[in-house]
């Protein structure tokens, strides 16, 4: 990696960093608060800029489309999540939202950069990738995975706006040992079997007392027009999650078909990838035909935020294998 | 609708279990034994969870599903065409702010030139728009409400497909050393297959490995000659991703491997089979009396070692190496290396479906981007004030959704519907449109006020005009899709009206 390319990772990162203190900040005094807002907005954008322009650096420097390993699908998330939230920001004016997603972003940067060194360099394409589906098949993916947790993070806003203090602090619980399940599998040798039942036994736990605490309202945070807001953007990121990760799973189809003669196989990472797909159709369907209330429908977002990290991240840190293994890093 | 995301769950819950668990219709049963041990692995197999994606309760979830689809279909999401081609109602004002996003905006001039300005500023917003003079409906992203007809079509061809390719197509792999042929004899197919198996048969003339620097594998070519009927027909060359067709059979490089190597002893030829020696592949011939030789090669180029391990030796020695094509002496006999013969994996697979499958896709796709147009609908209405008022009240409200707003719609009925509540919560009961059994209902629901919004515009009551030339605004709206940016949009269009006449107060 050289080094203006690290420079320029670090700055995309340390920015992240930077905009999430300045976004926390913001609530403390009233005052400062527009003021404060509009900086950490900066700051992202300038992080935004410098990880745009390091990814191109990389492409350029490794003279192939920057996306073949975990490490550089981190930093194709992390700008997703940054490039996401700007749009946000500017169509819907948001501003609280900012620090969960910078946060997002630079929990993905620190992630990145504990990978091992083979990670972070430039290394040759396995025969398998050596093709222009390539960078027809990932980005769409990558970006649909941004979206969806941005839609997530926007759900949890809008549980917190509608009251629902405890539904987010269980929601928040399940993420966290989603996370931890990861970062365990990632960096440490715990058996594969404990991780798994980290991550899904805590999901289902941390979601289902999400479900059951949402007639907890405490009535003095409700803010009505705040929750539809965010209910409005959750709905917004995922019709445009929904299209990439339709454009992602068919092309990764039709680059199997190209390659091996069948469009699918049932790999894990196929399935997982269809798993999050039936259940954001699922989604859609609720929504059209309004079965549930706003909440409930956050609620649902937050399972597919969970469903989107383990189709992202758990299948290759929790071991389950496959043909979509982001090489080997352990 | 309720049976079709209960199936949807039902569904992912299923292939979650079948992604978490190895198939063994995939990486064989010995796979699965390595993972949880053999007694879990005999449940996984008995409990069908080994084999998920051919379980009765598997098939019966996608068969159920796929009724449960092809109803919908046709009872509710392909109807929704026809609604393409209606005009929607013109609204008179006490309708149009009974909308969900409704508001007044007062100006000096009459109906018919207000509404002007209105229609000019919304076309500039992308609006469609349509006037009978007093009064204005605008649409925009109408075909975004074609969406879930198209992925509905889309997903029903890729049905029709799969089921082409189950009962019409074969597949299978085979490892195939330089100079064997690929015959089709051996291909897999489902039990409903129809038709008959290709005669002809695939030559493999040469394959080779092309490595980076590092060692690592680069590339795989196969030099492949299809003969049919005894005589050759086409040559080519495969790699990895780039397959050989004929006669819609598409045959793929899909692994590979070093099978033997080639080397003469005093002229007589023999093959020793290779082994995987971590990165090196060695061939091994044993001598009398414990003395075993050993053939390390790394890959078609470079010179194969000669080793040899003797019992009173720890550790094998190297003798000599031998650039390919050369000999050198070994004791009284002259060995040659002739060279190595490389494995070559072929798939291969027939599917008459593929392109209604590449169809569906299509459909798909397009449908799923259609999904993230929002529709909108803005209706307009100018009515002249009265004398005590003067000027005329220009009337705008709005809907973004896909609510059937039906051209059979009693307009007066919109008057019954009753104020707004604030949370999405409850307005989530309202625009239920596929749902809903009738259009009026569905409207009804539609048009409940959101007071919220026209107070936050700061253009709402109050500011109806009391002096000649006044004209009030009403702005409000409800929407399914990109709400706020559709209430900011529609907010600008107001307030761009406002800059250009001016507003009486």
Redesign the interface.
């Known amino acids: 990696m050289s080094e203006l390319q690290l420079a320029l990772t670090n700055t995309a990162g340390i920015s992240s960093v930077m905009s999430f203190w300045v976004f926390v900040g913001s609530n403390v005094s009233r005052r400062w608060r527009e003021l404060l807002v509009k900086i950490a907005v900066v700051v992202m954008v300038v992080g935004f800029a410098a990880l745009t322009i390091a990814i191109v650096a990389r492409g350029i420097e490794a003279q192939r489309f920057p996306l073949a390993n975990l490490y550089e699908s981190l930093l194709w998330f992390a700008w997703a999540v940054m490039g996401g939230y700007l749009l946000l920001q500017r169509?819907?004016g948001l501003h609280q939202f900012g620090w969960l997603a910078s946060l997002t972003a630079a929990t993905f940067f620190l992630y990145g950069s504990w990978l091992p060194a083979s990670q972070h360099d430039i290394t040759?394409?396995?025969?398998?990738l050596?093709?222009y589906?390539r960078q027809i098949h990932v980005p769409p993916l990558l970006m649909s995975y941004a979206s969806f947790f941005l839609s997530g993070l926007a759900g949890l806003a809008q549980l917190w706006q509608?009251g629902r203090i405890r539904s987010v602090g269980w929601a928040l619980a399940a993420l966290a040992m989603a996370a931890t399940a990861i970062g365990l599998g990632t960096f440490t040798s715990v058996d594969t079997f404990w991780l798994?039942g980290l991550f899904v036994g805590g999901s289902i736990a941390g979601l289902t007392g999400a479900w059951l605490s949402l007639k907890h309202v405490s009535a003095k945070r409700v803010n009505?027009?705040a929750?539809?807001?965010y209910?409005?953007?959750a709905?917004?990121c995922i019709?445009?999650g929904?299209?990439l990760l339709?454009?992602g799973i068919?092309t990764g189809?039709?680059w199997a078909?190209?390659?091996?003669?069948?469009?699918w196989?049932?790999d894990?990472?196929e399935?997982?990838a269809?798993?999050t797909w039936?259940?954001y159709?699922?989604y859609?369907?609720?929504r059209?035909?309004?079965?549930?209330?706003?909440?409930k429908l956050s609620v649902v977002t937050a399972a597919g935020m969970l469903l989107t990290l383990l189709t992202y991240l758990g299948?290759n840190s929790l071991g389950?294998?496959g043909l979509h293994s982001y090489g080997k890093f352990k | 609708m309720r049976l079709t995301v209960t199936l949807l769950v039902l569904i992912a819950g299923t292939v979650l279990l079948g992604a978490w668990c190895p198939q063994e219709s995939q990486v064989g049963q010995e796979k699965v034994i390595e993972q949880f041990g053999a007694d879990f692995a005999l449940t996984l197999h008995n409990l069908g969870i080994a084999d998920i994606f051919h379980t009765p309760w598997f098939l019966s979830l996608i068969a159920l599903l796929t009724v449960n689809m092809v109803a919908c279909s046709v009872q509710r999401v392909f109807p929704k065409v026809r609604s393409l081609k209606q005009q929607m109602p013109y609204l008179k004002g006490e309708a149009i702010e009974k909308l969900a996003f409704s508001s007044k905006l007062a100006v000096p001039l009459s109906p018919q030139s207000g509404l002007a300005v209105l229609d000019a500023q919304l076309r500039r917003a992308g609006y469609k728009t349509s006037s009978n003079g007093t009064r204005l409906v605008a649409e925009f992203g109408k075909f975004g409400r074609l969406a879930p007809t198209v992925t509905h079509i889309g997903l029903l061809t890729l049905l029709a497909g799969v089921t082409i390719s189950s009962w019409t197509g074969f597949s299978g792999f085979q490892m195939i050393p330089v100079g064997g042929s690929l015959h089709f004899g051996s291909s897999e197919h489902s039990k409903l297959w129809i038709g008959t198996l290709p005669e002809w048969r695939v030559v493999v003339d040469q394959s080779r490995r092309e490595d980076y620097e590092t060692g690592e594998p680069k590339q795989w070519y196969s030099d492949l000659t299809v003969v049919d009927g005894g005589v050759p027909v086409k040559k080519q060359q495969i790699s990895v991703n780039n397959p050989l067709s004929y006669k819609g059979v598409d045959i793929y490089q899909s692994s590979w491997a070093l099978d033997s190597i080639r080397l003469r002893f005093n002229g007589k030829e023999r093959r020793l089979g290779l082994r995987q020696m971590g990165r090196l592949q060695a061939a091994f011939l044993p001598l009398e009396a414990g003395t075993i030789l050993i053939f390390s090669v790394r890959n078609q180029t470079q010179p194969v070692r000669v080793f040899a391990k003797t019992p009173a030796w720890d550790a094998p020695r190297m003798l000599n190496q031998i650039e390919l094509g050369k000999s050198i002496k070994l004791g009284n006999v002259e060995v040659t290396y002739a060279g190595l013969i490389p494995l070559t994996g072929l798939q291969y697979k027939c599917d008459p479906g593929l392109p209604v499958t590449y169809v569906a896709f299509g459909f798909i796709i397009l449908g799923v981007l259609l999904a993230a147009v929002p529709h909108r609908q803005v209706w307009a209405c100018g009515q002249e004030a009265s004398n005590s008022q003067g000027g005329s009240a220009l009337l705008t409200a709005g809907s973004n959704g896909d609510e059937r707003h039906g051209s059979e719609l009693e307009v007066g009925a919109l008057a019954t519907v009753g104020a707004s509540s604030a949370t999405r919560a409850e307005l989530g009961s309202s625009g239920l449109a596929e749902a809903s059994s009738s259009a009026l209902t569905d409207t009804i629901l539609s048009v409940q006020a959101d007071n919220h919004v026209a107070a936050r515009l700061g253009l709402n009551a109050g500011s109806t005009s009391e002096g000649a030339n006044g004209c009030t605004l009403f702005v409000g709206g409800i929407s399914r899709k990109a709400r706020t940016a559709f209430e900011r949009g529609l907010a600008k269009v107001l307030e761009r009206v406002k800059e250009e006449v001016g507003e009486t107060t």
Do not use: C
């Open positions: 169509s819907y040759p394409l396995v025969p398998a050596v093709s589906w509608s798994q009505p027009k929750a539809e807001l209910d409005d953007v709905y917004r019709q445009i929904f299209p339709t454009i068919i189809g039709l078909n190209h390659a091996w003669g069948t469009y196989s049932w894990p990472k399935s997982m269809l798993v039936l259940s159709a699922a859609i369907h609720l059209i035909h309004r079965e549930l209330s706003a909440e299948f389950f294998g």
